[in-house]
């Protein structure tokens, strides 16, 4: 009896489980889902001027290669390779005794032709002489003086000094090797302060600078010298500052751009011939943008969209056009907003489908 008491009692407590189970799930179906809490604001409105990226490189506004003038002996190396140098600085000593005795003699050979021309002067006035040798000796002594000035200079020339100010290479040429006048390279001597910028921009921007020019609003690079910053690779702001001094007469068949190019200040000679640099240029006049920060944009195979909460607070997509992308992190959008909508700044995460309904809370966007 007291089995049948236990028994009936079980199936009693698991059929009262089975009714409260039932009970909860019901309840739990009926509760309506809290709507998502998301971050919501008006595009950032801001009058901006647009900024045109290019990469280039630094090359030096001279450059030389220093050659000797006269065949001879190398004697000394005045410099200590990479160092910096200044116009007029000895570079090279040749062995200058060959031409010295070659001055001696021009020198002695111009002394008596000079005597010779004197003398068929005196002689000329009494009749002595005629006037075809004293057209001969005339031309003896002009010869003799050029051959002189000629010996003047060779004996300068032993002294090889540099033309420019600049930064100076190794010596490619040891002490005590014969060098060949005009054609032996006895070093190389780079310009470092100011440095020329070349880079290259596309037909698409050269037409938009020169429609800017037309209409007034940014003057061409062929009448003013537009202000350019620029960035080493190492560096994160661009703290070089230039200005546009040249821009090329043909467009490039193969590439379709044309050559840029701009004048940097380089005092402390940081900045090398050779080096790569990311140019910033003024790319458009200044007028009223719409910014919107990077965490709200989304991407759907390519293309772009933020969502939007209309009146009933409901989520909607709206793809957009992106311009290019601010140091805040602001995209500008070139289209797709007209600046009314409220667009889901945080959150974004929360939100499974359009016309979900979610909870906004405004904020306001500062770049």
Known sequence: MKIKNFGFLLATIF?????????????????PEKAAEVDVALPLKKKITEWNEYTGRFQAMKEVDIRSRVTGYLQEIKFKDGQLIHEGDVLFIIDKRPFDYALQRAQAQYELATRQYDRALKLQKNSFISAEVIDQRLQEKQV???NLSDAKLNVEFTSITSPINGKISRHFVSVGNLVQMNTTILTRVVSVDPIYFYFETSQRDLLNYIRLDRAGKLPSADKSANPIDIKLMDEHDFIH?????FIDNIIDQGTGTILVRAIVPNPDALIYPGLFGRARLIGSGEFEALLVPDSAINTDQNRKFVYIVDSNNRVQRVYIELGPVRPSGYYIIRAGLNGNERIVVNGIQRIHQSNQEVKPLMTTLTE
């Open 15 to 31: 059929l009262s489980a089975l009714i409260l189970c039932a009970c909860d799930s019901k309840s739990e179906k009926k509760m």
């Open 144 to 146: 003799a003086e050029t």
């Open 241 to 245: 500052h230039g200005k546009t001094d």
